[in-house]
């Protein structure tokens, strides 16, 4: 067990400890002193019955035939004392103080009842004296000696053994014991509810710290409803991600080096053609080394390109919204759709297609002119590049929910399978339908970034009679319509 175990544990155990004992001392000393109030003078049945046969005695016989019958008894513990007005008991035998006063104030309290008190009556005898008879209670430590059972008997066989018993329970120990226990038990179990999560979870951060980012704590910790069991999801939740991004750092490393080392292979292959040209002094020496000066220039324009478009993905993905325009500003979509849409049909008529637009809505959108002109061209020219020959593609503007502004993009294509569609918008990804196309597989996953850094969403489908359909929400800085 950690440390925090022990602390949680000692400290819960010493609360109820604490209250273990003071609710026991509490209850021991109430008890004791209802004992000792309710044993000073007895009231069972057979102290009553000998009380009142003493009383009868008493006053039918006088004191002295009291007192031959009580030194009749003389052997019994725990007789009927007999007590005058001046505190002298008939056979001078110790009367206890405590108990000469409760059987007073007994009497005096139900002197004007129909029913004398039980175990306690005051006789008037024929010598002019007033007597009080009772008997002692087992609660007594000073009980008298005389008398027999059937004098009254209210308590144990013997003053020896009520002697030994009082002394022994001088504190409620079963009680104690118990709630000592119990304590011990709950406390144990508090402290290693509390404990054992964070010990799964200190284990977790150091296997992350490690490396090993599946870990999770979800199956340790199970169906708990705490604050605890929410940190453990919060740390599945970012060990997950954490796990998402270093996999997507390493593939975008591997893709980076394999796009690449294509044209660094061509670069190196055109400088050698050039240099044994060079050496072997061939007679069109000048036209291949144009070549392989050309081809180098076309490579070094690829990379140029390749790092531009990585250098602007990362810093998206850093979520720098206004990498290159700088403040944010209103921008009309509309009119920037509408040049993008112009340069794209000048470079698809080359190519026997065309683009077409219709803008059903038009509204301001708050963002970077550079950023989303650059997700809207990626969008349309990856169209462009997929659509058949003598199609178009068709981009329109629509309004979308409460202050959204949609742009739709749809090509005539061969669309994208099912499976591949959320995948289109990952780095260096390139679908099974365009495999043999020219792009790094960069262009969509910019425009996720771009739409997403300003507030909106892309997604991509299949339309009904074929092609691939993407759809960009972007928020409305001002509801507006054409």
Do not use: C
Not at 175 to 192: D, E, M, R, T
Not at 260 to 279: D, T, V
């Amino acid at each position: 067990m950690g440390r925090l175990f022990w602390k949680f544990f000692f400290f819960i155990w010493l609360a109820q400890l604490t209250t273990v004992l003071g609710v026991s001392a509490l209850v021991w000393v109430k008890i004791r002193a209802q004992e000792e109030r309710s044993l000073e003078v007895s009231q069972s049945p057979p102290a009553a019955f000998a009380v009142g046969a003493a009383a009868a005695t008493l006053q039918f016989g006088g004191p002295e035939a009291l007192k031959g019958f009580l030194q009749s008894r003389e052997r019994r513990p725990y007789g009927v004392l007999v007590v005058d007005e001046g505190n002298r008991e008939l056979l001078e035998r110790d009367v206890p103080a405590t108990a000469l006063e409760q059987a007073r104030t007994m009497a005096a309290q139900r002197a004007g009842d129909d029913e004398p008190p039980r175990g306690v009556r005051e006789v008037r005898a024929a010598d002019g004296h007033t007597y009080l008879l009772f008997q002692p209670g087992p609660g007594s430590r000073e009980g008298a000696r005389g008398g027999g059972p059937d004098m009254g008997g209210g308590g144990p066989p013997g003053g020896r053994r009520s002697m030994l018993m009082r002394e022994w329970r001088l504190f409620p120990l079963e009680p104690l014991i118990g709630g000592v226990l119990a304590s011990f038990v709950f406390a144990s179990l508090l402290a290693l509810y509390i404990a054992r999560p964070i010990k799964s979870l200190r284990g977790a951060f150091a296997a992350a710290a490690a490396g090993k980012l599946e870990t999770r704590v979800g199956p340790a910790i199970g169906n708990r409803r705490d604050e605890l069991a929410d940190l453990g999801r919060d740390f599945d939740h970012m060990a997950g991600r954490l796990q998402d991004v270093i996999g997507a750092q390493r593939r975008l490393l591997h893709d980076v080096s394999h796009e690449m080392r294509s044209p660094l292979a061509r670069m190196q292959a055109a400088i050698g053609l050039a240099r044994q040209n060079e050496a072997g002094g061939a007679a069109p020496k000048a036209e291949k080394l144009a070549a392989a000066i050309e081809r180098v220039e076309r490579e070094t324009a690829r990379i140029d390109a390749l790092v531009e478009e990585l250098l602007t993905l990362s810093r998206l993905d850093a979520g720098v919204a206004g990498v290159a325009g700088g403040a944010l500003e209103e921008v009309n979509a509309v009119e920037l759709l509408a040049d993008i849409v112009a340069d794209a049909r000048f470079e698809a008529q080359a190519n026997e297609r065309d683009v077409l637009f219709d803008a059903g809505a038009e509204g301001m959108v708050r963002g970077t002119a550079e950023l989303l002109h650059r997700a809207f061209e990626n969008v349309i020219r990856n169209a462009v590049k997929y659509t058949a020959p003598g199609s178009s593609v068709q981009v329109s503007t629509r309004f979308g929910g409460a202050g959204e502004l949609l742009v739709l993009v749809q090509d005539a294509g061969p669309g994208v399978p099912a499976d591949e569609l959320q995948s289109i918008f990952t780095p260096f990804f390139r679908g099974s339908n365009g495999a043999g196309s020219e792009g790094h597989g960069l262009g969509l996953a910019i425009a996720r970034r771009v739409v997403e850094a300003h507030g909106g969403s892309i997604r991509a489908g299949n339309g009904e009679q074929g092609g691939l359909r993407v759809e960009i929400v972007l928020p409305l800085a001002g509801a507006g319509a054409a």
